[in-house]
């Protein structure tokens, strides 16, 4: 089922955690934001968005001789009378949180950018790895209200 302007039902994706997958990510991603018909610029603060957290489970996620796995599932909300239209994405890894440095010498911003570039950004990590949610706000004029 194709997805209807302004809307993405659900999409669901697994990458290995190899830094060679975050353009493969970057590209696809972009492509499936297409039925949101956004401008150049939303899509380009998406795309460092959910880049950031791919490059953070694939760089922290898993030690130097562990594989793993980059997830990202996306999708929409429509508008309620007290939220606008959403799109939501879920980066989650399966490997182990380590805590941001607190004076990084390699990086160490991907956070910072993912909530500059977010609606908001939510980070939850437990046994079984990290998940990062990214929200933003979809422009009410690219909605699909069936008229």
């Avoid at 030690?63 to 959403?86: F, I």
């Avoid at 989650?92 to 991907?110: E, L, N």
Wanted: proline content about 7%.
């Amino acid at each position: 089922m194709k997805d209807a302007p302004g809307h993405i039902e659900f999409l669901h994706r697994s990458w290995p955690a190899d830094p060679d997958q975050l353009s493969v990510i970057r590209h696809q991603l972009a492509g499936w934001l297409a039925p949101l018909q956004l401008t150049d610029e939303e899509i380009a603060e998406i795309v460092l968005a959910v880049d950031e957290a791919a490059a953070n489970a694939v760089r922290h996620a898993y030690g130097p001789d562990e594989s793993g796995a980059v997830e990202l599932t996306l999708w929409t909300e429509d508008a309620s009378a007290a939220a606008p239209p959403t799109l939501s994405i879920e980066v989650v890894d399966h490997g182990r949180w380590r805590p941001p440095v607190a004076v990084p010498t390699d990086g160490g911003r991907g956070i910072s950018l993912m909530s500059t570039m977010s609606e908001s950004v939510l980070i939850h990590y437990d046994e079984r790895g990290s998940r990062v949610l990214l929200r933003h706000r979809i422009p009410a004029d690219v909605i699909d209200i069936g008229e």
